[in-house]
């Protein structure tokens, strides 16, 4: 039972262009998403995140929007650079209570173009 | 200087041997994780552990114990491996206080092969 779905197993997109992507969720309890960057031989780093009290949130070249109706969130990266192409994961969690677990989505590779 | 780090990189071991994994924070976290990314690459989380409570995914089968001597360091033990068993694991920290962010940093992961 994926709680959180990235569709998308890849993405293309040419430098300075925008990238574009998606993440849904089915658990209406989440109410804290995060995005991480993967890249080959490394651990998830932190990128941007969103409270599910607000409906964007913008650093530097990256923003995140939550759709809480549609439960989707997006990552968008304008201009993109070469240096963006990583594996981006989506990932959720329930604040409340002693739990700190992420649930994540299977990922999408983005592969930035010269 | 690596914030989490985990050793060993690369662990190749034969079906039914015990092996461990090790875990360590320098960023005074008081809750570490371990996680699993199988072959589909999804990235599921198997125990968050602080010096309150031990939180275990009820899939993870109880051959996989999280041992922590101290709250810098949460190691991962796995008894009676299997061919599945094999995957990348990836330990994580992160605080938990009141307001506190609510990142999770992660090590570089370890690559376990059963053959």
């Known amino acids: 039972d994926q709680q959180v779905k990235q569709n998308s197993p890849s993405l293309s997109v040419q430098e300075g262009r925008i990238s574009i992507l998606n993440c849904d969720y089915t658990n209406s309890m989440f109410d804290y998403f995060l995005w991480y960057k993967k890249y080959p031989a490394e651990g998830p780093t932190f990128l941007i995140s969103?409270?599910?009290?607000?409906d964007k949130n913008e650093d530097g070249r990256f923003t995140v929007f939550l759709n809480k109706s549609a439960k989707h969130l997006s990552l968008h990266i304008v201009p993109s650079q070469p240096g963006d192409s990583a594996v981006y994961f989506c990932a959720a969690r329930v604040s409340s209570g002693s739990a700190r677990q992420l649930t994540f989505g299977s990922g999408t590779q983005l592969t930035v173009l010269p | 200087d690596t914030a989490v780090s985990q050793t060993p990189k690369y662990l190749v071991t034969q079906m039914g041997n015990d092996k461990s994994i090790k875990c360590e924070q320098n960023?005074?976290?008081?809750?570490m994780y371990w996680y699993k990314q199988d072959s589909k690459k999804f990235l599921k989380i198997m125990f968050s552990y602080n010096n309150k409570e031990l939180i275990i995914n009820e899939t993870v089968p109880n051959r996989f114990s999280p041992k922590s001597p101290d709250k810098a360091h949460l190691n991962l033990h796995i008894n009676s491996l299997e061919l599945g068993d094999s995957a990348v694991y990836f330990c994580?920290?992160?605080?938990?206080?009141?307001?506190?962010?609510?990142?999770?940093?992660f090590g570089p992961g370890t690559r376990l092969t059963v053959t």
């Open positions: 969103i409270s599910s009290i607000k």
């Open positions: 960023l005074g976290h008081d809750t």
């Open positions: 994580a920290s992160s605080h938990t206080g009141h307001g506190a962010t609510k990142r999770q940093y």
